[in-house]
């Protein structure tokens, strides 16, 4: 007769089951909403929630983008640029999240 799992085993995969199960959809529809490399469609940028206005607008200006609009949150802005680089730009500045242009009208 085999052995039931120790419940420390149990406590492990428990607790990673509500990460998982929130995590893997919320991730599966950033990929569909991310922005394509090299687009020159605005973007959606996301930076930390504890950066203040101030803070974002720095970080998009160091990236080199142009704003065409603030967003629904203070650390929200949609942003354009020509750059190649654009996309790693943004990411150097702090952004967590660069959203395509068709999620970029979601966050006004």
Do not use: N
């Not at 089951?17 to 996301?46: D, F, I, Q, T, Y």
Request: proline share 10%.
């Amino acid at each position: 007769m085999p052995k039931p799992p120790k419940v420390g085993a149990r406590r492990w995969v428990g607790r990673l089951s509500l990460p998982l199960a929130l995590g893997l959809p919320l991730m599966a529809a950033g990929a569909g909403l991310s922005a394509p490399l090299g687009s020159k469609e605005p973007v959606a940028v996301v930076f930390p929630p504890t950066y203040s206005r101030d803070a974002t607008l720095a970080a998009v200006a160091e990236a080199g983008a142009a704003l065409v609009a603030p967003g629904g949150l203070p650390s929200v802005f949609i942003v354009q640029s020509d750059a190649a680089d654009f996309h790693a730009r943004l990411k150097r500045a702090g952004a967590w999240l660069i959203l395509s242009s068709s999620a970029a009208a979601l966050c006004q």
